[in-house]
């Protein structure tokens, strides 16, 4: 009787819940696949709106070891033309589309070297530079689309531009060299804190004074501009305010004294922060040019040419079959020089590996190698001394040396088949670099 009731009782429960889910289905008068598409079709149509001259502003956030940045797009019903901030007049078109995959989404589909720059691997960089081409669409307001990287996570903005894309990204371009800081100090709601701007990944830290850098909050940021002509400043903009010691950070401005650029200030949210100078910090345009790199057995001349904008450089002259990565830390002001892939011999992969002369080792674990520091940051004619990184246990990191590993990773020996511009497939060091001034 028990085991009667309770069917009677459960199937109650059933035709009940069948009642509400049809009720709670009959509420829309068009099924969900059609929702989507006329949701996508308002996209598209916002995207393309003829009324909007200037196209969108692309605020781009790739891999945390790469900055920032703006590209320019302009939408067509099925193309998009994209300028980046290194070729601002330069477009380059491609196809895009937009799809449903468990949701909205927003994919470049076709190669576009600009677009597709920070999410396409080469030689140097095999894992890419962490970032997207498909974006799931978070949200959609009439000047602005919010977007989520679906490799990288990273959210990135398209907002509707006021002004021509060739300006608004020169525009940009001059904002990042006017924004001329890199750490400071100050203080919030009575504590005293220390902070810096990393340059290399636009990442903004700040920390009780004298804190580590491990303990500081850390946020990304957009070099950007604020105010009208005469009156324009140039600072960073948060698109994702953050809170430190109860005080929300979303614009800082920069403003730097015309007759002293060591002094500046940095001021947002009713703050005012106090530009410092590393010691022995140098920008990265200051390290642009032709070197005396000596060594224990001689010298030659070197080049650091810019490649990736203010955040590494290619070593010109070091070598005819190759030119080393030398990478810039914006946060600090000095280079990195790393053990890094520079070719290949058959199935066999060629390597610049550090050289620890005294002992006569080499290494090739990933990060281990050199920083190059400036002895005196007020000289024209830089004087930089390579040191060992500090990663490579007891071993000191002076000199390199070309050495060849199989298909399997492993050593297979020291490669001879090119030379470095000391004529020898290594160099022993200690290695300075003195930038030649005419």
Excluded at 116 to 144: L, M, P
Aim: contains cysteine; hydrophobic residues 35%.
């Amino acid at each position: 009787m028990k085991l009667k009731n309770s069917i009677v009782i459960v199937a109650a429960a059933l035709l009940s819940l069948t009642s509400c889910l049809k009720d709670q289905t009959d509420v829309f008068e068009t099924p969900s696949s059609q929702r989507m598409q006329d949701y996508l079709a308002n996209v598209r149509s916002l995207l393309t709106d003829s009324s909007n001259k200037n196209g969108w502003v692309l605020s781009y956030y790739p891999g945390k070891d790469y900055a920032t940045c703006y590209m320019g797009v302009v939408f067509e019903a099925q193309k998009v033309t994209a300028y980046g901030q290194d070729a601002p007049e330069t477009g380059v078109t491609s196809s895009y589309k937009l799809t449903e995959d468990d949701g909205p989404v927003l994919s470049f589909d076709t190669y576009n070297s600009v677009l597709h720059y920070y999410a396409t691997s080469d030689a140097s960089h095999y894992q890419a530079r962490g970032g997207d081409f498909e974006f799931e669409i978070k949200s959609v307001e009439k000047d602005r689309i919010v977007l989520r990287g679906k490799r990288s996570g990273n959210y990135c903005y398209l907002d509707k531009l006021s002004k021509s894309v060739p300006d608004f990204l020169k525009e940009a371009v001059a904002a990042e060299a006017a924004l001329n800081i890199v750490s400071f100090t100050g203080e919030v709601t009575g504590g005293l804190v220390d902070g810096f701007l990393d340059g290399t990944s636009h990442t903004f830290s700040i920390g009780r004074k004298d804190a580590d850098a491990t303990e500081m909050v850390s946020a990304r940021y957009m070099v950007t501009t604020f105010g009208e002509d005469e009156n324009k400043k140039v600072g960073i903009h948060f698109n994702e305010p953050f809170t430190f010691q109860g005080v929300t950070f979303e614009d800082f401005v920069y403003e730097e004294d015309a007759e002293n650029p060591t002094i500046g200030t940095l001021s947002g949210s009713g703050i005012a922060f106090t530009k410092v100078v590393p010691e022995g910090y140098v920008a990265y345009n200051q390290f642009v040019g032709t070197y005396k790199l000596k060594y224990a057995n001689g010298s030659f001349d070197v080049t650091l040419v810019p490649y990736e904008s203010g955040s590494s450089f290619k070593l010109k002259g070091f070598c005819d079959k190759f030119e080393p990565i030398i990478t810039y830390n914006g946060a600090r002001g000095y280079l990195s020089w790393i053990v890094q892939e520079v070719g290949s011999a058959g199935s066999n992969v060629i390597k610049l590996c550090p050289l620890d002369s005294d002992a006569g080792y080499l290494g090739w674990a990933d990060g281990i190698g050199m920083n190059g520091r400036a002895v005196d940051n007020t000289a024209k004619n830089i004087v930089i001394e390579w040191e060992d990184n500090g990663l490579w246990g007891s071993y000191n990191a002076t000199g390199w040396i070309l050495w060849s590993f199989d298909a399997s990773g492993s050593s297979a020996g020291q490669y001879s088949d090119w030379a470095l511009a000391s004529g020898k497939e290594y160099i022993f060091g200690p290695m300075t670099m003195t930038k030649i001034v005419e």
